[in-house]
């Protein structure tokens, strides 16, 4: 299961992090053989594929869209059994749903979260 926290309202410019913890699973098995990413829908585009923005694989290289590049940073926090999503210079574009992601490396089903909202805004 995984569950996502941290979503919010925030200025442009701001930052918020977002945590998706992992349960019903090693944490450990996660990060060996589970890409996680975060995934985002923006308002108004339900029939629209979730964007993919940032994945760290199993073997810890990470990979982003372009458009967060150099703001986003994604990362596991063992300690933590989460998948942890570091936000940066938010820009109303960011504006979204935020999903966490698990797969195994060598493909399969995906898993969700339910989505955290983050709303960046005056």
């Known amino acids: 299961q995984l569950l996502e926290s941290g979503g919010g309202l925030v200025e442009p410019g701001g930052s918020l992090t977002l945590s998706c913890s992992v349960s019903g699973i090693s944490f450990q098995e996660i990060a060996d053989q589970y890409d996680m990413g975060w995934y985002r829908q923006a308002p108004g585009t339900p029939g629209k594929q979730r964007e993919l923005i940032a994945i760290v694989t199993s073997s810890g290289n990470t990979h982003y869209t372009q458009s967060v590049e150099g703001r986003f940073t994604i990362s596991r926090d063992t300690s933590k059994s989460a998948v942890v999503l570091q936000m940066n210079d938010l820009q109303p574009a960011d504006t979204a749903v935020y999903y966490c992601?698990?797969?195994?490396?060598?493909?399969?089903?995906?898993?969700w979260g339910q989505g955290t909202q983050v709303t960046v805004s005056r």
């Open positions: 992601s698990a797969q195994r490396s060598t493909g399969g089903r995906v898993y």
